[in-house]
C-alpha cells in the first residue's frame, strides 16, 4: 500500500484568541454542565515542538482533553480512546499529554489528534465513549471539519474505541474508520474472567487476601469497601505467598509451588501477575460498587486444572454466582454487539502479556456473529509488549486504515506488513508483523462460563431492549 501524501495544511480561521469553543454535545450521558472554555494552547512534547501546535481544556462535563495539530496537517484527525481504567474521582488533567507524548508518531505522520482523560477516573465503557464523541465535537466546532475521522483505542482504550463507533454508528457515523491495538475486545462480562479466576485461586493457595484475622468478603467484591489496602501492601502479601519478586533460588520451595500452580492453572505470565491481582482486587471493587455492591462475576462450573492437585483445587476454592442484573449492567455497559459499519483494522501483539492475543478472536467471531466481518482485518506482530508497540507499526496501521478508508481497498495482513519497511526507515522502531497468524479461540485461554460459548456476549436486539429498561448499565 502506497504511504498517503500529507496535505496543505487547511485554514483553521476558526482559530481566534477570543472565540468560544465549547459546547454541550448531544447524547453524552449524564447531567449538564457549563458550556466548556475554551482550549489554551500548550507546549507540545519534545519531539513534536517544532512540528504541531498543541491545546488542552476540560469540556463541559470536566474531562481534560489535549489536542495537536500538525503544521503540515493532512485533513485527517485521530481520536485517542486511552486505556485503564485510571481509579481517580476525577478527571486526571496529566492523562491526555502523556498520551499526545507516547503516540506522537500519529501527529508526525500529519494526523490531527485529541485525546480525552474522561470526565472521572473508574470503569464506565459508554461514558469514555460519550466523553470521546464529546471531544470530537468539539474539536469539529473549534477547529472545523476534519475530511477524514478516525477513532483509536489502546487496552481498555481499545474497548472503548470499538463501543465508540457501534453507539455513534450507522448510515451518518461520524467516524469513518477504527484501529484497535492491544485492544480488551471480548468486553467486559467476559473479558475479566480469567481475573476472576486469578482472584480465586490466588487465594486457595496464599490465604492472605484476605488474611484469616481480616473481615470476611465475597472474592467477586475484588476488596472490601473499607480496606485501606494500597498497591503497596497487595504486592507484599504477594511476595510473601510465591516470593514472585526475588529470583528462584531466594524463594522457599512453598512459594515456588504457590507460584507455579497459580501461573499454570490461570495461564497467566509471571511478569504481569501482580498487575493482574491488583485489577482483580482495585479495579473489581471499583465495577462493583457501580453495578449495585452486586457480583457481576461468576466461576460456579468452572473446572480448574494445571496444578499439582487439581482435585483439592477444585474443592476447595470458592464459588460463586453472577448476579444477572449486574451481568447485564456490565454487559450494557462494555460488550460489543459486533454491529460495525466502518472499517475496522486491529493490531495486537502475539505475546501481549495483558490482554491477550485470544481478545482478538472473541471480537472476530462477535463481528462474525452480527455479519458484520466484512469491516474487519486483523493484523498481529510478534512482540511481548501490551502498552506500546512499535512506532513504525502504529504508523503503518494508520495509514492502512486511512487508505482502506479513502479509497474503499481493504488491506490484507501481507499488506499492511509489506507496507511497513517504508516507514521503519523513518522511524526506526523495527517491524514485526505476522500476517499468518490467527489466535485460537477465547475459550482456549479462558474458562468458559455456562452458557456463554456464543458471540456477541451482547447483541444488537439485547442492547435495544435493555436501554428501554431505564437505569441499567453504569452511570457516568
Known sequence: MKRLKPRSRRVLSAVTAGCVAGMLAAGVIGPARPAAATPGTVACPADLAAKATCYAGQDSHGAHYTVAIPHTWNGTLVMHAHGGPGLGDESDPQRSGDDLERWSVMVDEGYAWAGSAYRRGGYGTRMAAADTESLRRLFTERFGRPS????????????????????????????????????????????????????????????????????????????????????????????????????????????????????????????????????????????????????????????YSGSHDDAALNAGVERFSADASARRDLSYDSDVTGAVSVPVLTMHAIDDPTAFVEHEAAYRDSLEGAHRDRHLVQTFTQEGEHSGLSASEYATAVSALSGWVRTGRKPTPSSVAASCPAFDSEHGTGCYFRPDHRPASYASRVAPRAGATHWPAMTRAQERRWSRLGDVGIAP
Open 148 to 303: 477524514t475521522t478516525l477513532i483509536h483505542g489502546q487496552s481498555w482504550g481499545g474497548n472503548v474505541a470499538a463501543k465508540t463507533i457501534e453507539m455513534y454508528g450507522g448510515s451518518r457515523s461520524p467516524y469513518d474508520g477504527a484501529l484497535l491495538t492491544n485492544g480488551v475486545l471480548a468486553g467486559g462480562s467476559r473479558g475479566y474472567d480469567y481475573r476472576v479466576d486469578l482472584r480465586v485461586v490466588y487465594q486457595y493457595y496464599c490465604q492472605n487476601h484476605p488474611r484469616p484475622s481480616e473481615p470476611s468478603y465475597p472474592l467477586w467484591m475484588g476488596l472490601r469497601e473499607d480496606s485501606a489496602m494500597t498497591g503497596a501492601g497487595l504486592r507484599a502479601r504477594l511476595q510473601e505467598c510465591t516470593g514472585h519478586a526475588s529470583q528462584p533460588a531466594d524463594r522457599t520451595p512453598l512459594q515456588q509451588r504457590n507460584l507455579d500452580d497459580i501461573l499454570a492453572v490461570t495461564k497467566i505470565p509471571e511478569r504481569t501477575l501482580e498487575s493482574h491481582l491488583s485489577f482483580a482486587t482495585f479495579t473489581f471493587r471499583d465495577i462493583v460498587r457501580r453495578v449495585g455492591l452486586r457480583s457481576p462475576f461468576g466461576n460456579q462450573h468452572v473446572r
